[in-house]
């Protein structure tokens, strides 16, 4: 059984877990199908919070430079819309599964309808 993930929408872990157990049919599930969920509900909620990688963060910061560049505002003014909309104090500090909504986020990004 495999359950589709896509990494633009990605469900949270506790989401793709009731998911899981919801596909087994299970009502009361075997201790060891539970353990195995258990396991992997700790592995994405670590995923959830693991940080951008190196490519990842320069990409987004190219991403940022481009957006500044092209639609002629600060890259400064570029991060602080970028980190209100994900909630993060810093870009570095944004979650690696974050990264295709933050470069899709950029790349629709239309500084004139966030200003005016």
């Given at each position: 059984m495999t359950i589709p993930i896509d990494p633009k929408t990605r469900?949270?872990?506790d989401e793709i877990y009731t998911q899981a157990l919801e596909q087994l049919g299970f009502d009361n599930p075997p201790p060891a199908i539970l353990r195995l969920l258990s396991q992997g509900l700790k592995a994405l909620r670590?995923?959830?919070?693991?940080?951008l990688n190196e490519k990842e963060f320069f990409s987004i910061?190219?991403?940022i430079a481009y957006v500044a560049h092209k639609q002629k505002v600060s890259e400064d003014l570029v991060?602080?819309?970028?980190?209100?909309?994900?909630?993060?104090?810093d870009i570095k500090s944004?979650?690696?599964c974050s990264f295709p909504k933050a470069i899709n986020f950029l790349v629709d990004l239309k500084m004139n309808?966030?200003?005016?």
């Open positions: 469900p949270s872990a670590e995923a959830d919070t693991e940080p910061n190219s991403m991060v602080a819309i970028l980190r209100v909309t994900f909630e993060v104090d944004l979650p690696s309808k966030v200003i005016n």
